[in-house]
């Protein structure tokens, strides 16, 4: 979008009632020409069609006057419950039938929670006038709360009384808010699958001290049969179910509100008798592998630890050892955002991250419209993150000498002879099965081999910033934050782990194309822990400490998550047929 003088439009200042809107401005640059016409809403013609349309459409501009015009016939709080959540849940609907993409949803919700701002102050504060209350937290170890903020969102703007406890929420704290604020819920959420069993622990403590109140599950490890099956049975009363996003929480809410909540249940448990049967071994043994169960600490036999020296003399033929330009550790903390733009995997960030879907289109034709739609709010937010210095990337990494030894990579000093720290690895259990360590010299080769360590982390501010955000209810800017940062801290994984291929002399081996080099188009691998074939978060304890990560800000919790939030940590092994596999 460029003007003839400048080629690049100025971009409105706003104001603090009716702040920049990169989406309205977008669609406004075009006002006037041929077509616009003919897709624009007719508005409606009574007041209570108008303020419908306003939630639906997302459209704050104007919102109070058409507020006020409302207020000389109906009662504020009927605006509320028969107007304004009439809007609401006809945006669930378009999004539950995929005709409404996740920012346009935050957009109608920042537009409901204006337009109740501006009614409270002809309210009476009356408790009781939510349709049910329900305490929020994000459990004990787990940092992350964009899927629980979401759901407060949703709630809060259907007519919920939401209590968010945050992020790293210990059974106790949990305990006292429902004390506190007799809630009809609790809802418990988590990334992590660690989380998930930290989940059926609570339950299990709330059962001992006799609550028999709903809880509603959400969380990416979940499965629906793992909260079916066993959180249901570590609760005493049975009352949980899992809410797959915020709009499941919110459809889950409503049936407790209308007294059809334990009818749900019912029919739950009539359905779960026709599910397959291998869905809860499979979520179970997730949870064990990640935990670093029984399959990482396996002791091998004697016939098995000759098969794998073999197989790793092998491997070590194919490839020489490379050598690192240093031994140690190194910081890098001053990394443009510009120079990680390259390495942003757009797909992610657009898709996952902000929840635009291709809704019906071609590939072809999703791609032309994140051109012309996505990719300048994209522009925006980079913008603003460099003006405010939003973005503060930066990483350790260093090389160390290593052996495989068992299922063990070892660790050693500069001198190859002092053990510095071991990484016990899981086997896949099968004939033949691999390892990480396999592809690693044998501790009695006599060669010492190299083992290369990275920590990045997108800094503390960008978290900081999001969660203002969320408090100030730019829902839609505080979706798009959170995505950029965790997808910048992979793009800074994916750069430190360029410059180390580099280092060690094979990065010219990389595809060209930047699709396919984020595909593992490069030689080796780089495997982030937490994850199966190395699932131990345990083990980042050694690696931050290997590379001095306090000195670029990052630290471990005490459930061994990266903090800040918006960081990861890896091994990177050089041999060409490391890849990620299942074990």
């Not at 109608?108 to 501006?118: D, F, H, I, L, P």
Request: charged share 30%.
């Amino acid at each position: 979008m460029t003007d003839d003088k400048n080629n690049i439009l100025p971009k409105p200042a706003g104001t603090p009632d009716d702040p920049y809107d990169p989406l309205q401005y977008y669609i406004a640059l075009f006002e006037g020409r041929k077509g616009i016409a003919a897709v624009k809403k007719q508005r409606a013609d009574t007041i209570e069609g108008v303020l419908k349309d306003r939630i639906i459409d997302g459209d704050k501009k104007g919102l109070e006057e058409d507020l006020a015009v409302a207020l000389k016939t109906h009662q504020p709080i009927h605006i509320i419950n028969n107007i304004l959540l009439e809007g609401m849940k006809v945006v669930g609907e378009l999004f539950g039938a995929g005709k409404m993409q996740l920012p346009f949803v935050l957009q109608s919700a920042e537009t409901m929670k204006k337009a109740v701002a501006y009614l409270e102050q002809f309210m009476e504060k009356i408790e009781g006038q939510q349709k049910g209350t329900i305490v929020l937290a994000t459990v004990k170890g787990d940092v992350h709360d964009i899927g629980k903020n979401l759901v407060d969102i949703i709630l809060t703007n259907n007519g919920y009384k939401v209590v968010n406890l945050g992020i790293k929420q210990p059974i106790n704290s949990i305990i006292e808010a429902i004390k506190e604020y007799k809630p009809d819920a609790l809802g418990l959420s988590g990334l992590l699958v660690k989380s998930t069993v930290v989940m059926r622990e609570n339950l299990e403590e709330l059962t001992v001290l006799g609550y028999e109140l709903p809880v509603l599950l959400g969380g990416a490890a979940l499965t629906r049969a793992y909260v079916e099956e066993d959180c249901v049975a570590a609760y005493g009363s049975g009352r949980v179910a899992y809410a797959q996003d915020a709009f499941d929480g919110l459809d889950l809410m409503n049936k407790l509100a209308d007294g059809k909540f334990d009818d749900y249940l019912t029919e739950v448990k009539k359905r779960k008798h026709n599910r397959p049967s291998n869905a809860k071994a499979k979520q179970r043994w997730s949870q064990n592998d990640v935990m670093g169960a029984e399959q990482a600490a396996k002791e091998l036999r004697p016939i098995e630890v000759e098969a794998i020296k073999l197989k790793r003399a092998e491997l070590a033929k194919q490839v020489d050892v490379p050598t690192p330009p240093f031994w140690g550790a190194k910081i890098i903390d001053n990394v443009p955002v510009k120079a990680l733009i390259p390495y942003l995997n757009e797909q992610m960030l657009y898709t996952f991250h902000w929840g635009f879907k291709k809704a019906g289109k071609s590939l072809d034709e999703y791609w032309k419209w994140v051109d012309a739609e996505v990719k300048p709010i994209l522009k925006r937010l980079l913008e603003e993150c460099e003006r405010e210095n939003i973005l503060q990337p930066k990483a350790a990494y260093g090389y160390f000498k290593c052996a495989a030894q068992g299922n063990d990579i070892v660790l050693f000093d500069e001198s190859g002879n002092k053990e510095v720290g071991r990484y016990r690895l899981p086997r896949q259990d099968k004939d033949g099965g691999i390892c990480v360590a396999d592809f690693f010299r044998d501790i009695d080769s006599g060669e010492r081999d190299v083992i290369g360590l990275q920590v990045v982390t997108a800094g503390q501010k960008v978290a900081d910033v999001a969660r203002e955000w969320f408090a100030n209810n730019r829902y839609q800017d505080y979706l798009y934050l959170h995505g950029l940062g965790v997808e910048i801290a992979e793009g800074m994984a994916e750069y430190i782990h360029k410059r180390i291929r580099s280092e060690l002399g094979f990065g010219h081996e990389d595809d060209r194309e930047m699709k396919k080099l984020l595909k593992q188009g490069y030689r080796g691998s780089r495997y982030s822990f937490g994850y199966p074939a190395c699932p131990r978060l345990e083990d980042q304890k050694l690696l931050l400490q290997l590379l001095g990560a306090e000195r670029i800000g990052v630290e471990l919790s005490e459930e061994f998550q990266l903090h800040p939030e918006q960081s990861t940590s890896a091994i990177v092994v050089h041999h060409p047929q490391a890849k990620y596999f299942n074990i």
